[in-house]
Nanobody
Framework: QVQLVESGGGLVQAGGSLRLSCAAS????????MGWYRQAPGEQRELVAT???????NYADSVKGRFTVSRDNAKNTVYLQMNSLKPEDTAVYYC?????????????????WGQGTQVTVSS
């Protein structure tokens, strides 16, 4: 069993900063891609930032220059540093990880999601 546990969301004024964390635990052989998605009310879930093991980060155009994604492979943790926040960044933020794990039928790479953390930016 694999779990992703997020922390760090909250309420902040426009121009402020927040840092999200997401730690993976359980039956983990390796983690390839990790990242963050968000979903605003009435909208589809969208990619915010992703980072593969040993690779360069990938960002949505709307957050480039303001958000930074990073990971600590030893801790199976991914972070999202969000600066210069805007009201349009308000959403539930979800952590995602592509994890190689052991199942009854063998080893497989599966997509896992965190429970979501609310980020609200007031104007």
């Amino acid at each position: 069993q694999v779990q992703l546990v997020e922390s760090g969301g909250g309420l902040v004024q426009a121009g402020g900063s927040l840092r999200l964390s997401c730690a993976a635990s359980g039956s983990i052989l390796s983690i390839n891609g990790m990242g963050w998605y968000r979903q605003a009310p009435g909208e589809q879930r969208e990619l915010v930032a992703t980072i593969i093991k040993g690779g360069t980060p990938n960002y949505a155009d709307s957050v480039k220059g303001r958000f930074t994604v990073s990971r600590d492979n030893a801790k199976n943790t991914v972070y999202l540093q969000m600066n210069s926040l805007k009201p349009e960044d308000t959403a539930v933020y979800y952590c995602n990880a592509k994890i190689l794990t052991v199942l009854l039928v063998g080893v497989s790479e599966l997509d896992y999601w965190g429970q979501g953390t609310q980020v609200t930016v007031s104007s």
